[in-house]
């Protein structure tokens, strides 16, 4: 292949590519009583379902680097009342949906194709201006849209959606991942229940209230994992909203509550006082034996130092080396070392093996890899959920964005925290799922990704 050609076909996918990206192909349909449309939007291989205005409900489903967007336009109540009354209104739905399918695909490759035809010519003229290239850099476009979709086609897994990401009001978040979860398995309920749900729907929408979490979740016990509040208020207000809408049972903070560990910070130590749900705390580095006393005055906060049993669930939890002086620099490596051991004496004269390890460095964590079902960790400010050789290693990151260095800073540090659900009613507790959740207060974002079958 020449040199000349080469570059008009590249050229013409440039062209093609800017094209889609510039006027992305939408496509309107009706479901039955549901109106939505689809678009082809540049992404990571994401299709996402936007339900205005509680957010939208996404999850990696394809490698082709674009999104499918599907948003809910609007719903015909009085349709959707007589097909729930329907009996087998499950197989109609399904059945519509069949029959709509290669109509509504192929009208909307056709528009991609066609916009990306006319991209293929634009992106060509920029090396030849003849007809005939016009034409070969419009197929070059055909062709760019129809790799897409093969590759969209052959890739495409809806499995995907049982790891779905929320982003959208704080509120509407257990009701949006419930829908995303367990409607079409409750779809016959639905139906039973279509008077309420026809009565309460405007509501719902109007004022995305908070609904119970997927039915499989709802009776777990809920844990939620902060720390790193380093002194920041909005940390708390953070903590209790999540704690209104998401219920946990308990609250587990990893450590570095304060800044400096001094009596000037005893604001937000104050804070955790009002709080309804019992909150557990190991100290992190950034905390002080002052810390350590104001908290004992606080009933509603327990410091975790060795074993303790929660209802069900057997928590260890242990106190950052550097939190017993007044110096805020990390651990050394034998102040590590020695806390490392004192743990493992907690382990030999437990009289049960803990579910669940608290620490405040991730150092300290490391030896009890494949020792222990779940650890729970902060202080690099990064919210991580990993599996390694059998253990569940959770950072929360920072739920107070870093503190003062995070305000100071240009870009926007997340208000991070990890919920976690498990089940306690078999022999052996097992966690279900776990939900990363991110707050941007500059941005009013809100971002909530749940992870399954860990």
């Known amino acids: 292949m020449k040199r000349k050609e080469l570059f008009l076909i590249i050229c013409s996918v440039i062209g093609a590519l800017v094209f889609l990206f510039i006027a992305a192909p939408t496509t309107n349909h009706q479901l039955t009583a549901f109106r939505f449309s689809l678009r082809l939007l540049p992404g990571s291989g994401f299709t996402k379902m936007e339900l205005p205005p509680v957010g939208s409900i996404g999850a990696k489903t394809h490698w082709a ?65 003849g007809k005939r290239d016009f034409l070969r850099g419009s197929v070059v476009g055909i062709v760019v849209v129809l790799g897409i979709a093969l590759i969209t086609s052959f890739t495409y897994d809806p499995q995907g959606f049982a790891n779905p990401v929320y982003s959208g009001a704080l509120k509407g978040a257990p009701w949006a991942l419930g829908l995303a979860q367990n409607a079409w398995d409750n ?67 990893t450590g570095d509550l304060t800044d400096f560990g001094t009596t000037v910070e005893e604001d937000i130590v104050n804070r955790l006082s009002t709080l309804k749900t019992p909150y557990y705390l190991v100290l992190g ?92 960790t902060g202080h690099t400010h990064t919210s991580c959920i990993e599996v390694k050789d059998q253990t569940i290693f959770i950072n929360a990151g920072t739920t107070g964005g870093a503190g003062l260095r995070g305000l100071l800073g240009e870009k926007e540090v997340a208000l991070t925290a990890v919920l976690l659900y498990i089940d306690t009613t078999g022999s052996t507790p097992v966690l279900d799922a776990v939900d990363n959740i991110r707050l941007y207060p500059r941005e009013n974002r809100f971002e909530l990704t749940r992870t399954a079958n860990l």
Request: aromatic share 6%.
């Open 187 to 253: 779809w016959n309920g639905l139906g039973n229940n279509v008077s309420l749900f026809v009565q309460n729907l405007r509501q719902v929408m109007a004022k995305a209230t908070s609904q119970p979490p997927p039915e499989k979740l709802e009776h777990d016990f809920k844990i939620l994992h902060v720390s790193d509040l380093h002194n920041n208020p909005l940390a708390i207000d953070f903590i209790s909203e999540v704690s209104n809408n998401f219920q946990p049972n308990i609250i587990i903070d």
């Open 65 to 129: 680097p674009w999104d499918l967007v599907l948003t809910l336009q609007s719903i015909d109540l009085d349709g959707l009342q007589q097909l729930l009354a329907t009996p087998g209104s499950k197989d109609i739905l399904l059945t519509t949906l069949f029959a709509l399918k290669p109509r509504l695909l192929c009208q909307f490759l056709l528009k991609a194709a066609a916009i990306a035809a006319l991209g293929g010519a634009w992106g060509c003229s920029w090396v030849q201006h």
């Open 285 to 376: 580095n950034h905390d002080s034996p002052i810390v350590a006393d104001k908290i004992k005055n606080i009933a509603s906060v327990t410091l975790l130092n060795g074993l303790e049993q929660i209802g069900d669930l057997w928590l260890m939890g242990a106190p950052d080396p550097a939190s017993s002086t007044n110096n805020i620099a990390p651990a050394s490596s034998e102040q590590i070392s020695t806390q490392v051991n004192v743990i493992q004496s907690w382990l030999l004269s437990a009289e049960e093996l803990p579910f669940i390890l608290a620490v405040h460095d991730p150092r300290i964590a490391q030896p009890f890899i494949g020792k222990i079902p779940i650890i729970l």
